[in-house]
């Protein structure tokens, strides 16, 4: 879906693990690294830790990866 409808960013609004509950699977690598979903592959070219949020670059088409590290529960 990303390449398909060309997107350029992704929020992510929740973190993995909320109140000792799975929020969200991590289909993101860490920095360096590499996940393979089926035939799409992603790499992680940049992390940067800010406050409230990380930002990665996730090379499947240079897409933005945005974190919050402080989201609600929903």
Sequence with gaps: ???????ESIVML????????VKCHEYFP???G????DNIRIVCTSEQNH???VKRILEV???IHINLTY???F
């Design 1 to 7: 879906m990303v390449k398909k409808r060309k997107t």
């Design 14 to 21: 929740t973190s993995l693990v909320e109140n000792n509950k």
């Design 30 to 32: 860490k920095l360096n």
């Design 34 to 37: 590499r996940v393979s979903f």
């Design 51 to 53: 406050s409230n949020y």
């Design 61 to 63: 088409e240079k897409v």
């Design 71 to 73: 989201p609600p529960t």
